[in-house]
């Protein structure tokens, strides 16, 4: 015959042993994520409103206190692993790894000739490449497009798919017509005036709207969404995390010759590895090796280490193209017979247009050289 003390212990079993499945879902909770809390909650603790209703008194009040601390701690703990902050953990995980100079060349030229971001100036194209190095969220981006465009051997749909194309780019006028398409960058070009459309998930981003100083809004691939006003830049080892108009970037000052640490304002950034510049500090080449102060503390960088072929001029103090054979922007880039001909760091380069696939080299509008 069942006594007072038997229903006394088994509702204090009751309460204790949905006690111990809420520790479960916690633990469920933080080892499966925010996407899978609910099913965590409905499976552990037996479908949420039903258990309320069917349970003892005391085991009521247990569970009404659980599930109110689970749904109040939800939306914060959510929101501290949003897709945004799974980005940054992605970017810091897989940095980019610089593709080969021969590599930016022919992405190039091969984009060009397809009429994809065409360009006026090869050197220009590749330049700007490298200068994208620095910044993790840009460089692993056109890292990856330039492989899938050399992978695709001169098929001109196949190259426009590399930039989300597909076999049809549609025109464009301003970059305000960029937009957000989950986590695809559709991009405006107003140079060709054609919209582009970037994957951002193809380098662990995420798509979001940011502002430029004119005032116009356009996608960036970055790592997370940010509100410039209260997000504070921090490093993860020699990356720098800041907040970049409205997105999360990630700037690599590796790649630049320095580490991520705090300047002489007490600001987060990229600075030299030595102790504090001297007042009166002067710059100095040492062979390739550049002595200079950078975020207030002294560096040494070594130049041939920058993207390119780099050496210190003693003349600039900077780490400038290594060759002497022409100079970069100023001597003009021409067509040997079928090959293109420009100048790199200080040297000629020369790319076999017939080895790529096409048919010739051409000057186009007076200007630069380019496959055809």
């Keep these: 015959m069942a006594t007072i003390n038997d229903g ?8 204790v042993s949905k006690f111990l499945q809420s520790i479960r879902v916690l633990f469920d909770f933080i080892e499966a994520g925010c996407d899978h809390f609910a099913t965590a909650l409905h499976d552990d603790l037996g479908g ?9 008194t005391i085991g009521s009040f247990v569970m009404s206190w659980l599930f109110t601390l689970l749904v109040s701690i939800a939306p914060s ?4 692993s949003s897709h945004g902050s799974e980005a940054v953990d992605a970017g810091l995980d897989a940095q980019p790894t610089l593709i080969s100079r021969q590599e ?27 200068d994208q190095a620095f910044d993790a ?6 890292s990856q ?13 196949a190259v426009r798919q590399c930039y989300g194309g597909g076999s049809d780019l549609l025109p464009c006028k301003e970059l305000d017509d960029g937009f957000c398409d989950r986590d695809v960058r559709v991009y405006c070009d107003v140079m060709d005036r054609k919209l582009y459309r970037f994957d951002c998930r193809s380098t662990g981003q995420v798509c979001a709207l940011g502002t430029l100083p004119g005032g116009q809004t356009t996608p960036f691939c970055g790592y997370g969404a940010c509100d410039s006003t209260d997000y504070e830049a921090n490093c993860a080892g020699n990356l720098l995390l800041t907040c970049d108009q409205g997105y999360v970037n990630i700037r690599d000052c590796a790649t630049d010759g320095v580490i991520c640490g705090k300047t002489n304002n007490g600001n987060l950034g990229c600075v030299g590895q030595g102790d504090p510049c001297p007042r009166n500090m002067t710059a100095t080449c040492q062979g390739p090796v550049l002595n200079t102060c950078v975020g207030g503390r002294q560096a040494i960088i070594h130049c041939e280490n920058l993207p390119g072929e780099k050496n210190c001029d003693p003349k600039s103090l900077s780490c400038v193209g290594a060759g002497t054979e022409c100079i970069d922007g100023q001597d003009q880039e021409r067509c040997d017979g079928n090959k293109v001909v420009v100048c790199l760091d200080g040297y000629w380069y020369e790319v076999d247009c017939v080895e790529l696939g096409f048919t010739r080299c051409e000057i186009v509008g007076g200007a630069g050289a380019h496959c055809r």
Excluded at 8 to 15: E, P, S, T
Excluded at 48 to 56: C, E, I, S, T
Aim: aromatic share 14%; glycine share 12%; hydrophobic share 35%.
């Design 8 to 15: 006394f212990y088994g509702i204090k079993w009751f309460a």
């Design 48 to 56: 949420g409103d039903m258990v309320l209703r069917n349970a003892p």
């Design 77 to 80: 703990a959510c929101s501290g």
């Design 104 to 130: 930016v060349v022919e992405g190039c030229l091969r984009s060009d000739v397809c009429g994809v971001m065409p360009y006026g100036y090869l050197s220009h194209c590749v330049t700007s490449h490298y």
């Design 137 to 142: 969220s840009q460089g692993a981006l056109w």
């Design 145 to 157: 497009i330039y492989r899938c465009v050399n992978q695709a051997e001169g098929n001109c749909k």
